[in-house]
């Protein structure tokens, strides 16, 4: 199965300091990490925009904050498509 090109840098699944979430957070890795990334809210902003466009707390679910992103950052470099 393929994996997330931007997942070994990933600031959010790579912060030491979520280590007692664990368990949740290898949960979230198999399901947007590996295989179904094109869903994931941080990979949809750093595939569009780049990775430095990516909130650090930023959850792979989070879908209406990275449309947000992804429009405010369409209208403020005056682009019609994010």
Not at 2 to 12: H, K, M, N, S
Not at 51 to 56: C, S
Request: hydrophobic content about 30%; overall charge negative; charged content about 20%.
């Amino acid at each position: 199965m393929e994996t997330c090109r931007y997942l070994q840098g990933c600031a959010f699944f790579n912060d030491p300091s979520v280590q007692r979430f664990q368990t949740l957070f290898d949960q979230l890795k198999a399901d947007y990490c590996h295989g179904h990334f094109g869903d994931c809210a941080r990979y949809q902003v750093a595939s569009r925009i780049g990775r430095e466009h990516v909130p650090t707390s930023m959850l792979p679910t989070q879908l209406q904050w990275a449309e947000m992103i992804l429009r405010r950052h369409s209208e403020e470099s005056g682009c019609s498509g994010a």
